[in-house]
């Protein structure tokens, strides 16, 4: 059995989880274990590597014989101890072992290690066991006979998976490789949690494609929109129809919400900046719903703004807006409303809005042609 611990305690990432995570409700202990589970995968792996860096064995022979056990536990941080069990592994299924199937009294070859040759076997040979073990493998006959007067035989067999672990060195660089691992997927559930889990409503319905196979009247008649007719609608009256541009599929098309013509505001008139308002608004509402009805002090101030502007700067990070921020302006605090418990702050934010054209001027360069011509 071999057995390797990771420890998630007073790393650098964990302080900056809980720099970045601390006011989101279970936000620290949803990155960390998402980030552990990740890193126990990565050593599954990179054991299986380890293995085959000195064994002749494919990687789907080891696992059919590897017993992982993972147990983690939550006090002061997050441990995951791993613990690799299972049985020797038949030599059959190792590289080099021949002949490749059930070969009556013809000698066996087999070998474990890359660094050896495969050896012969005379006494030795390939056999499917009946049921119910119906498998096959090296058998070698041990000289001796059965009750029933046959050769008695036995299997041959290579080391288990624990056995072919078992340096402390390869165990050690796997816990280096995956506390590493660890240290790289926090990084990234902290970007996910912070921008809801990917679930950023940024881009426009436009040009996505539709799970439909005709556009039909009400009588059932098909219509197949011109593109003139498709930017009339969608562009010049902001209502959002279906194309099927060059029988490439059909698609949504159309930008615009209800309001357009009559508001072009840029955070109204558009599907995916006006989402990214409710988005923004709505998350938080819910992140510091929990702050609601403490003491109005400086501490909780600060905390709301870093907390705010970490989390704005994630999905700025992430492409999601061209830029945010968070201020607390004194003209909208006056002290009357800071008496009353009303504490106003302003979220500046610019998502980005649809490429809705794209142009292309095509122009004969003669210049080209007269570099071709004279050289």
């Known amino acids: ?15 900056r989880a809980e720099k970045l995570l601390g006011d989101l409700p279970g936000g620290v202990e949803k990155a960390v274990r998402s980030a552990m589970a990740r890193s126990v ?43 690799f069990a299972g049985r020797r592994i038949p030599l059959y299924r190792f590289g080099g ?33 009946p049921p119910p073990a119906s498998h096959t493998g090296i058998f070698e006959r041990t000289g001796a006979k059965t009750s ?13 998976v624990p056995q072919m672990l078992g340096s402390r060195d390869v165990e050690e660089r796997l816990s280096r490789e995956a506390m590493e691992k660890f240290e790289d997927r926090l990084d990234h559930e902290i970007n996910a949690i912070l921008n809801g ?16 196979d005709a556009c039909v009247l009400e009588d059932g008649t098909e219509v197949n929109l011109t593109w003139p007719q498709v930017e009339l609608i969608a562009g010049d009256w902001g209502v959002v129809t279906a194309v099927n541009f060059l029988d490439s599929g059909w698609v949504a ?19 995916p900046v006006s989402r990214m308002f409710d988005y923004i608004g709505n998350t938080l509402i819910r992140t510091f719903w929990p702050k609601q009805d403490k003491p109005l002090t400086p501490p909780l101030r600060d905390s709301i703004l870093r907390t705010c502007n970490i989390w704005l700067s994630g999905l700025c990070g992430s492409g999601y807006l061209y830029g945010a921020r968070c201020e607390l302006l004194a003209a909208e ?29 095509l122009e004969y360069d003669v210049s080209y042609m007269e570099t071709a011509l004279t050289a």
Not at 1 to 15: K, R
Not at 256 to 265: E, M, R, V
């Open 1 to 15: 059995m071999s057995v390797i611990h990771l420890e998630a305690t007073g790393q650098e990432a964990l302080a």
């Open 41 to 83: 995968s990565h050593l599954r792996t990179g054991s299986v590597r380890a293995i085959r860096e000195r064994y002749d064995i494919s990687a789907a022979n080891v696992r059919a014989d590897e017993n992982v056990f993972v147990r983690y536990s939550y006090q002061n941080g997050v441990q995951a101890t791993v613990t």
């Open 97 to 129: 072992a021949s002949p490749s199937r059930p070969s009556g009294r013809v000698s066996a070859w087999g070998h474990a290690l890359k660094s050896t040759s495969p050896t012969q076997f005379l006494n030795a040979f390939v056999a499917r066991m």
């Open 148 to 160: 029933s007067g046959k050769d008695q035989i036995r299997e041959l067999f290579g080391p288990a």
């Open 197 to 212: 889990w990917r679930g950023v409503p940024y881009e426009s319905p436009s040009n996505k494609n539709l799970k439909m």
């Open 253 to 271: 098309k159309g930008n615009y919400t209800a309001c357009f013509p009559g508001n072009t505001d840029v955070k109204d008139q558009f599907i």
């Open 333 to 361: 605090n006056p002290l009357a409303e800071l008496l009353a418990g009303h504490i106003t702050l302003h979220v500046y934010h610019a998502p980005p809005v649809p490429a809705q054209r794209i142009d292309f001027i």
